[in-house]
Nanobody, 122 residues
Framework: VQLQASGGGLVQPGESLRLSCAVSGAALNAYAFGWLRQAPGKEREWLSI????????WYADSVKGRFTISIDNVKNTVLLQLNNLKPEDTAVYYC????????????????WGQGTQVTVSS
């Protein structure tokens, strides 16, 4: 499974971004896809996950209500809509794949994209 994240950038507080993760490979229905982030000097933080087969989603409390994950099974793309961004959302955002359903543990993710930088600053 290969993943390639894009869509990061520099925005002001309160603005929005949409991150995209292009997914390719075999047996994609066997995986769930998540987004995680890592800020400088901090541990990697799990944000959200979606199952490809039935679109079930789960969010970390820190982003629930502001971030929305979705999947386009025709385009094999996993999206993360980031709304009402805050300076503390500044981080490198990664998309990743896991064989485990609805996992919030970064160690369960076995395939990773390269990351895309999100910077929130006025």
């Amino acid at each position: 499974v290969q993943l390639q994240a894009s869509g990061g950038g520099l925005v002001q507080p309160g603005e929005s971004l949409r991150l995209s993760c292009a997914v390719s490979g075999a047996a994609l229905n066997a995986y769930a896809f998540g987004w995680l982030r890592q800020a400088p000097g901090k541990e990697r933080e799990w944000l959200s996950i979606i199952t490809r087969r039935d679109g079930v989603t789960w969010y970390a409390d820190s982003v629930k209500g502001r971030f929305t994950i979705s999947i386009d099974n025709v385009k094999n793309t996993v999206l993360l809509q980031l709304n009402n961004l805050k300076p503390e959302d500044t981080a490198v955002y990664y998309c990743a794949a896991t064989r485990r359903s609805l996992s919030s543990s970064s160690s369960d993710y076995i395939y990773w994209g390269q990351g895309t930088q999100v910077t929130v600053s006025s």
